[in-house]
């Protein structure tokens, strides 16, 4: 069973950064893909970085130029370092990781970004 806990989530003003984490336990074989969602109140959850564990970063275009996504595949754990935040990016940001035809999700963090 693969479990997936993130970390970094708070509250941070305008023009402010935050790292998140994101750590898979459990046995994962094989090509994988790690990254980030976030859902907003009354919003559906949106894709904002995704980066395969051979392959390129793909960003949604809300975080391009701001969000940087990095993984550790000797630690099956993947980041996001978030800077000049706008009071949009607040979410609930969940990690998720798909491999083998299975998709796996953290609890999510909150990241709430004051004006």
């Known amino acids: 069973q693969v479990q997936l806990v993130e970390s970094g989530g708070g509250l941070v003003q305008a023009g402010g950064s935050l790292r998140l984490s994101c750590a898979a336990s459990?046995?994962?074989?094989?090509?994988?893909?790690m990254g980030w969602y976030r859902q907003a109140p009354g919003n559906q959850r949106e894709l904002v970085a995704s980066l395969p564990s051979g392959g390129n970063t793909d960003y949604a275009d809300s975080a391009k130029g701001r969000f940087t996504i990095s993984r550790d595949n000797a630690k099956n754990a993947v980041y996001l370092q978030m800077n000049s935040l706008k009071p949009e990016d607040t979410a609930v940001y969940y990690c998720?990781?798909?491999?083998?035809?299975?998709?796996?999700w953290g609890q999510g963090t909150q990241v709430t970004v004051s004006s």
């Open positions: 459990g046995r994962i074989f094989g090509p994988n893909v």
């Open positions: 998720y990781l798909s491999a083998a035809s299975f998709n796996y």
